[in-house]
């Protein structure tokens, strides 16, 4: 059992930056596929990218493409989510999310993730 603390989010202008945190528990991180999700109001979570167990495979949603960028340190017991040029449409509650697996599958359904952090709020003022 892994869990999961997210950290980072706060208000940011549109084209700015921000870098998410999640740090898990756990003496097997390295086990574990990652992944961000977000949740705006009245709209269902949506997938933002994903990591493999040892960082070497990484999938971003296209919209996010080139501008988000997921990383993990394995020793630290973190994943990272650096969102860059940020948009008011960016503002969300963002998630992080795990699940045990054997190989350097990412996943990018929420329902394939079986471990989920609390969110942090994520707001984008234009």
């Known amino acids: 059992q892994v869990q999961l603390v997210e950290s980072g989010g706060g208000l940011v202008q549109a084209g700015g930056s921000l870098r998410l945190s999640c740090a898990a528990s756990g003496r097997t991180f390295s086990s574990y596929a990652m992944g961000w999700f977000r949740q705006a109001p009245g709209k269902e979570r949506e997938f933002v990218a994903a990591i493999s167990r040892s960082g070497d495979n990484t999938h971003s949603a296209d919209s996010m493409k080139g501008r988000f960028t997921v990383s993990r340190d394995n020793a630290k017991n973190t994943v990272w989510l650096q969102m860059n040029s940020l948009k008011p449409e960016d503002t969300a509650t963002y998630y992080c999310?795990?699940?045990?697996?054997?190989?350097?599958?990412?996943?990018?359904?929420?329902?394939?993730?079986?471990?989920w952090g609390q969110g942090t709020q994520v707001t984008v003022s234009s």
């Open positions: 999310a795990a699940d045990r697996q054997w190989d350097e599958t990412v996943f990018t359904t929420a329902a394939q993730y079986e471990y």
